[in-house]
Structure formats: C-alpha cells, structure tokens
C-alpha cells in the first residue's frame, strides 16, 4: 500500500510557491517478492538484491533494495506532484542500503520557481528516508507547468 497526501488534479506555475513541501508518498514495508519483481523489471539480477545469503556473506546483513527502486518511488512522488510530462530533469545520489521491511518515505520542497522563453519552471530537493529517518537516497529536480490562463 502507497499513501500520500491528497494532491490536486493539474499543478499550474501560478500554484506554486518557493518553500512549499511536496505532499510525502510513503510506501508499503520492502519485501522480498517486490524485489525479485523488480530484478526482474530491470534486468539487475545481482543476488545481493534477491538472496539472503549473499548480503550475509559480504556484510550488507542480508538482501538490499536496488538503488534504482528507491530513486523510482521518489520519481513516483514527483509523477504524482507534477505530472509524468511535466518532469524535465530528475537525479539522486544514493545515499545508504534499504533493507526488507524498510518503510520509505518521500518527501521534497520546491527551492526556485523561475521563467525562461515564456515557460514556467520549478526546482526542488528531494529524498527518501526510512522509518528511522536514515537517508536512501538525495536529490533535484526540475519540472516545466502550465500556466493557468495561456
């Protein structure tokens, strides 16, 4: 199960303000069926991802998420903010292991909002932390929006 805050059908430039928090998506505990779904979604099949006693082995204290599974559900939470078209650039530096039964949460806040040619852009920070508040992964963003009345 994916909660998050009730966000509004179309998010236009004009209702965007520097400062404002994206509404948080926090995902359902890591499990290891999710992962194994996601090797294979990807084609990453590194068994420290899918087998136990691999990540025992090398010290990771067992299975860890992909990366790339947890820069998604911030992508998710951004998709959900601005709209899938809206997105133009988007990147994260990882930051720590997600382990199984990990609960992500995503959250951001809008740091620019800005006009070049005639087109409204926004800029923010993002991350992903577990239950903890340990930080996965630390990013930005940008999103071109409509404006209301064009």
Same mark, same amino acid.
């Given at each position: 199960?994916?909660?998050?805050?009730?966000?509004?059908?179309?998010?236009?430039?004009?209702?965007?303000? %520097? @400062?404002?928090?994206?509404?948080?998506? !926090?995902?359902?505990?890591?499990?290891?069926?999710?992962? +194994? $779904?996601?090797? *294979?979604?990807?084609?990453d099949f590194n068994p420290l991802h899918t087998d136990p006693?691999?990540?025992?082995?090398?010290?990771?204290?067992?299975?860890?998420?992909?990366?790339?599974?947890?820069?998604?559900? %911030? @992508?998710?939470?951004?998709?959900?903010? !601005?709209?899938?078209?809206?997105?133009?650039?988007?990147? +994260? $530096?990882?930051? *720590?292991?997600?382990?199984?039964?990990?609960?992500?949460?995503?959250?951001?806040?809008?740091?620019?909002?800005?006009?070049?040619?005639?087109?409204?852009?926004?800029?923010?920070?993002?991350?992903?932390?577990?239950?903890?508040?340990?930080?996965?992964?630390?990013?930005?963003?940008?999103?071109?929006?409509?404006?209301?009345?064009?």
């Amino acid at each position: 199960m994916t909660t998050h805050a009730n966000i509004p059908a179309g998010r236009y430039f004009e209702d965007v303000e %520097v @400062g404002e928090e994206i509404p948080q998506l !926090v995902k359902s505990p890591v499990k290891h069926q999710q992962l +194994v $779904r996601y090797a *294979g979604a990807s084609g990453d099949f590194n068994p420290l991802h899918t087998d136990p006693k691999v990540g025992e082995a090398i010290g990771t204290g067992g299975i860890i998420a992909h990366g790339m599974l947890i820069m998604g559900f %911030v @992508g998710q939470m951004l998709s959900d903010y !601005v709209g899938p078209a809206s997105l133009r650039k988007f990147g +994260v $530096r990882f930051k *720590g292991m997600t382990h199984l039964d990990d609960v992500i949460t995503c959250t951001g806040t809008i740091t620019e909002k800005y006009e070049t040619d005639g087109q409204g852009y926004i800029a923010g920070k993002v991350q992903a932390k577990d239950q903890n508040g340990d930080l996965k992964v630390a990013g930005t963003f940008t999103a071109m929006l409509p404006y209301r009345n064009v």
